[in-house]
């Protein structure tokens, strides 16, 4: 709830901002950074920590709230997102030295070749650590990720861990009528991974799916997280109007009662 | 200057490679499908555990390099240079100059001297691209000898992207290997007081014949070897400049965006002279045998004379 709230003050600060898939990504952050990631807020360049590539920058919002309230910063420092000088970029740029920060992101389909190189590297360097990368469902549109799925399957990285963030919906609308990308279990298992899906607004059914993925494979793993855009603020939740959209300043109060009132009721 | 032998500048690449891997656990090979056309099969032959095979998929293999780049790898990835610089134009402007992490990238068959492939495979532009990229290191060595000295450059004396653009056809091999290569410092090959020849690749060898013609004309030439087209050496062209008041560069390239543009940029601004650009100019290539389109596209040593002329009766009019 911390953390949606973080989120819309932070985009409201910043007057720009992709709102949307930043709420409704939420859970899987909040999953991944307190409890599934083997990490070390206070060593953010620990060599045996899990990797978590982003690789769809516009969540910036999401992932920068989620580092700063598990210790990388300062939370107060989330309010200089995307203005200048700041560390908190529009989209992830590691020449600002965002701890946490793996890789620069905001171009999409680059970040699961990136992963694939670090799972190889980790491979080839009998590491132990994985490598999570975190995808749009739109995202899966460019052909570069097909390219990437293909070498990871190829070269069987059971060190990677793919989160897709399937919550149906694109800038320019339902992703199905953008370009549709279904029958999206079959293509992943087609590309030799392991796919497994999970309802990505429930921690508890998220964390079912970590522990499966834990289980000895020998395939790259996909999780097809299934969420809704603009999760805990009932008003703009699956309105793709939302996807690259801040609140405005008039939004804050209600949207935040809205995360409040939907925590309680879920609590 | 002697030629010794005639050999592609990616022998030279490829050797280079190998023999600096022998030496560097921390290099790994990727593969595009074309290993032995640009000459990594050297390495991977040597290095089987250190060579990843990618397949035909530049945007993937750029991702990847940037992956091992960031943990702590020193990825070499060569293909075409129509393939390696503009297939995969985002992934390396993003992935790797973005993050701005020791990739190497190889761009094999530049310039229209590929020959029956045709438009299609001659790289004409990469220079352009590669050099507007935040980071990004260019490297153009003149000879097959150059280029082994040029990828250990790369490899040893970087921690940034560096891009480094070789041949298919075998080239004059004329460099001395006692003459030391730096990244960034080009090489004055022959002294001269009229005008300054810069050139790159292998048109280099093409600059040395035009001098020697010009000589014989009464006309002393400047040659300057511009190995690095970035960082420039702004030094060497300036002084150049002011020395002997008149320039030609000469390029397999666009003439647009290419290393003729990167010279008139810093003379432009700090030693403006009359200049002349030997480049493709603003057109696609075609299949032909390698030095009949060097005759047709004007790359040879007497248009760089005929330019020398020219740029001299400007010189002259100033």
């Known amino acids: ?25 939420a859970d899987v952050f909040t999953s ?20 978590l590539v982003l690789s769809i920058g516009h969540v910036a919002p999401i992932f920068y709230t989620t580092l700063a309230h598990c210790g990388y910063f300062s939370v107060e420092e989330l309010s200089t997102l995307r203005k200048l000088g700041s560390r908190l970029q529009g989209h992830p740029a590691t020449d600002h030295h965002t701890p946490g920060l793996e890789t620069s992101a905001g171009s999409l389909g680059q970040g699961l070749s990136i992963a694939t190189g670090m799972a190889l590297a980790a491979k080839h360097n009998g590491a132990n650590h994985r490598i999570f990368s975190i995808h749009g469902d739109g995202e899966l549109q460019e052909g570069a990720i097909w390219e990437a799925a293909m070498a990871a ?4 990285l059971d060190n990677m861990v793919a989160i897709v963030d399937r919550n149906g919906v694109q800038i320019d609308g339902p992703t199905e009528q953008v370009m549709g990308v279904e029958p999206l279990v079959d293509k992943w298992r087609a590309f030799n991974w392991k796919v497994h899906e999970c309802n990505g607004n429930d921690i508890i059914d998220i964390l079912r799916c970590f522990d ?5 494979t020998n395939q790259p793993q996909v999780i097809i997280a299934h969420t809704k855009m603009g999760a805990g603020v009932v008003e703009i939740e699956n309105d793709y109007t939302w996807h690259g959209k801040p609140p405005r300043p008039e939004n804050v109060d209600n949207f935040i009662a809205q995360v409040k009132q939907n925590y309680h009721e879920n609590s | 200057m002697k030629i010794r032998d005639y050999i592609p500048t990616r022998v030279g690449f490829g050797k280079g490679l190998k023999e600096a891997a022998d030496q560097m656990p921390e290099i790994i090979g990727l593969g595009a499908d074309i290993t032995g056309s640009v000459n990594m099969n050297f390495f ?16 993937n293999i750029t991702g990847v390099a940037a992956g091992l780049a960031l943990e702590g790898k020193i990825p070499v990835m060569a293909t075409y240079g129509v393939f390696s610089a503009m297939r995969n134009t985002d992934q390396v402007r993003i992935s790797v100059c973005y993050n701005n992490l020791h990739v190497i990238i190889g761009g094999a068959h530049a310039g229209i001297s590929v020959g029956p492939d045709g438009a299609t495979h001659q790289a004409l532009e990469d220079i352009a691209i590669m050099r507007s990229l935040p980071n990004m290191t260019v490297l153009s060595p003149c000879d097959a000898t150059q280029a082994n000295q040029a990828i250990k450059a790369a490899l040893t004396d970087q921690d940034s992207p560096v891009y480094l653009r070789f041949g298919r056809e075998a080239v004059p091999d004329f460099m001395p290997d006692d003459i030391a290569f730096e990244i960034g410092k080009a090489q004055l090959l022959k002294d001269g007081v009229d005008l300054t020849i810069v050139a790159t690749g292998h048109l280099v060898w093409e600059a040395l014949e035009a001098a ?5 004309g009464g006309v002393s030439a400047r040659v300057i070897n511009l190995h690095t087209i970035k960082p420039i050496d702004r030094e060497i062209l300036i002084k150049a400049s002011a020395e002997t008041g008149a320039i030609v560069t000469a390029e397999e390239h666009q003439i647009m965006g290419g290393m003729g543009s990167a010279v008139a940029e810093v003379l432009s601004e700090y030693a403006p002279c009359p200049m002349k650009f030997i480049g493709v100019n603003d057109t696609f290539g075609e299949s032909g045998q390698p030095d009949e389109l060097m005759e047709k596209y004007k790359l040879k040593s007497k248009n760089i004379v005929t330019a020398a002329h020219e740029v001299l009766i400007n010189k002259a009019k100033k």
């Open chain 1, 153 to 156: 399957g190829n070269y069987q």
């Open chain 2, 212 to 216: 020697k013609e010009l000589e014989s």
């Open chain 1, 32 to 51: 991944l950074y307190f409890k599934e990631l083997n990490h070390k807020p206070e060593n953010p360049e620990w060599e045996n920590r899990d990797r």
């Open chain 1, 212 to 216: 499966v993925v834990k289980e000895a």
């Open chain 2, 44 to 59: 991977a032959e040597a290095h089987p555990d250190r060579f990843y095979s990618l397949g035909i998929a530049e945007q």
């Open chain 1, 1 to 25: 709830m911390e953390i949606r709230i973080s989120v819309i003050n932070s985009l409201a600060a910043a007057g720009s901002g992709h709102l949307g898939g930043s709420l409704g990504l």
